[in-house]
């Protein structure tokens, strides 16, 4: 009888298991954010939103070594990607809804 | 209120010469520790904060200035800031007229009536993750630390413009209130009034779900390239928050209480009756 429990306490392991991975279906976009000098840089707004459209899904501020991470939960096939910084010119990156890294590399605004 | 500008005098002029003696004894030890930290101050704005009084019904306002830097800013009360300039030509003028440097006894007509501010600065250090805030209870001078990461924003899909400004809506819950803030993508600083920030963009409109405390952004523009920032806590004693809170709630409750059992001064009124308790009501409630 013992010999019997094992395979099914195994089984409702299983089940459990791959139902948390099923809810858990996560994408998490992670990065590093440099200047030109391929200095890190801090405070810079990552932002994930629609295709089309500026309204924010998820966001992440990256820290002083220049690390960003934004974990969100999408239907959407493709994101929309932007790294904005005060006095850097905004950059964008079209980018499929799957986890990856994206890093940038942020030029300085011409000062006016 | 009005009452308590004299009490800057009071303990100032009977411990005039006591300061001096201080002062000279310990510059070249506060230049070794030294306490300051500068920044380039490159944008300012500022927030009409407004504090509906459900026991009055009436709205107090205040204004509060943010400068902001490349890895630090401040925010101060414009109000309080020019409280002390005009205080200082008025302090100046008062001593003229008692002279000696002994008189205890101010005449309170000496001074001009004038609208309160907010006491308390707010420094933020973003390279270190920090906030350092400094207040003031009476004429005791404070500071403390606090972290950065206060806010857990949940960012929603309603838009509103604010001052011309496409802002989206994030709420969280900080210290015994619930907030709803209007953010902008447009403004990359993550930055608002006090110690809010933490969004990918500017706050615009910032209120609680009560709406008795709202924060309104009323203009936004770039510093003159000499102004600086200077977060320096010389003169001010270290405290925690708790304390600080504990100090600011009896002073409000009982303030002639607080203010003769503190030993520095001593109040008489001759007149009126400003100094009833109030409800102490801040922000953060815990």
């Not at chain 1, 899904?57 to 002083?64: M, N, V």
């Not at chain 2, 201080?22 to 927030?47: E, G, H, M």
């Not at chain 2, 440097?101 to 250090?125: C, F, H």
């Not at chain 2, 608002?192 to 500017?202: A, M, Q, R, S, T």
Request: aromatic share 14%; with cysteine; charged share 20%.
């Amino acid at each position: 009888m013992k010999a019997m429990l094992l395979p099914k306490k195994f089984f409702f392991f299983a089940f459990f298991l791959s139902l948390t991975f099923y809810v858990h279906s996560q994408t998490v976009i992670s990065g590093k954010i440099n200047n030109d000098n391929k200095e890190p840089l801090s405070s810079v707004n990552i932002t994930v939103s629609k295709k089309n459209s500026s309204l924010i899904l998820a966001y992440s501020i990256s820290d002083k070594n220049g690390y960003y991470k934004i974990s969100l939960q999408t239907k959407e096939d493709s994101l929309l990607l932007s790294a904005s910084a005060l006095n850097y010119e905004r950059e964008e990156k079209l980018i499929p809804a799957i986890s990856s890294e994206y890093n940038f590399t942020l030029s300085p605004k011409p000062t006016s | 209120m009005k009452t308590l500008y004299p009490l800057v005098i009071i303990k100032y002029k009977s411990s005039y010469m006591l300061k001096k003696i201080f002062l000279v004894f310990f510059i070249p030890f506060i230049q070794n520790v030294s306490a300051q930290k500068q920044d380039t101050c490159l944008y300012r704005f500022s927030y009409l904060f407004e504090k509906y009084d459900s026991l009055t019904h009436k709205t107090g306002k205040d204004s509060f200035v943010v400068e902001s830097g490349y890895h630090s800013s401040v925010c101060y009360s414009s109000i309080t800031r020019n409280n002390d300039t005009i205080l200082a030509v008025y302090n100046k003028k008062v001593m003229e007229m008692y002279g000696d440097g002994k008189t205890k006894y101010i005449n309170l007509t000496d001074y001009p009536v004038m609208a309160q501010g907010s006491t308390q600065k707010v420094y933020k250090e973003m390279d270190k993750n920090e906030i350092v805030v400094t207040d003031k209870v009476v004429t005791d001078k404070f500071f403390y630390h606090d972290s950065m990461e206060l806010f857990t924003w949940q960012i929603a899909a309603d838009t509103q413009t604010v001052e011309g400004y496409s802002c989206q809506k994030a709420e969280s819950h900080f210290r015994g209130r619930d907030y709803t803030a209007w953010f902008t993508y447009q403004i990359p600083i993550s930055n608002g009034p006090l110690k809010f920030g933490g969004l990918p963009g500017l706050i615009c409109k910032l209120y609680d779900n009560t709406k008795r405390f709202t924060f309104s952004l009323i203009s936004f523009e770039k510093a003159n390239v000499k102004d600086l920032i200077v977060i320096d806590t010389t003169g001010f004693q270290k405290t925690t928050r708790k304390k600080l809170y504990m100090m600011r709630k009896a002073f409000f409750e009982n303030p002639m209480g607080y203010i003769n059992s503190q030993g520095n001064v001593n109040i008489t009124l001759t007149s009126g009756n400003n100094t009833s308790a109030r409800k102490y009501d801040p922000l953060e409630l815990e």
